[in-house]
C-alpha cells in the first residue's frame, strides 16, 4: 500500500481527518505521526552504520561491571 504524507493547517485537518475516517481499515490506514521521529530515526541510521562499520568501540561484560562499580564508588565518596 503507498503510503503519503502530508501536512495540513489546522483549519483543514479537522475536516480531512473526518473524511478519511469514512474509509474501512483495509482502504486506509491513517498513521499519526510521532514529534522527534524523524530526528530519533536518523540519528539511529547513524548509530547502527558506526556498528556496522565497527567504528564503536565493544567491551566485554566483565568490563561492564568493573566500569559500573568504578563509577558507583566515584558517586558514594
Same mark, same amino acid.
Given at each position: %500500500?503507498?503510503?503519503l504524507?502530508? @501536512?495540513?493547517?489546522?483549519?483543514?485537518?479537522?475536516?480531512? %481527518?473526518? &473524511?478519511?475516517?469514512?474509509?474501512?481499515?483495509? *482502504?486506509?490506514?491513517?498513521? /499519526?505521526?510521532?514529534?522527534? &521521529?524523524?530526528a530519533?530515526? =536518523?540519528?539511529?541510521?547513524? /548509530?547502527?552504520a558506526?556498528? *556496522?562499520? =565497527?567504528?564503536?568501540?565493544?567491551?566485554?561484560?566483565?568490563?561492564?561491571? @568493573?566500569?559500573? *562499580?568504578?563509577?558507583?564508588?566515584?558517586?558514594?565518596?
Open positions: %500500500m503507498p503510503t504524507r502530508l @501536512q495540513v493547517n489546522e483549519k483543514v485537518y479537522n475536516h480531512l %481527518m473526518w &473524511f478519511l475516517n469514512r474509509f474501512s481499515s483495509d *482502504e486506509l490506514q491513517i498513521i /499519526e505521526e510521532v514529534p522527534g &521521529f524523524e530519533a530515526q =536518523k540519528a539511529l541510521t547513524h /548509530e547502527l558506526a556498528l *556496522e562499520n =565497527k567504528e564503536v568501540p565493544f567491551i566485554c561484560l566483565n568490563q561492564l561491571e @568493573q566500569d559500573l *562499580e568504578a563509577t558507583i564508588r566515584k558517586q558514594e565518596a
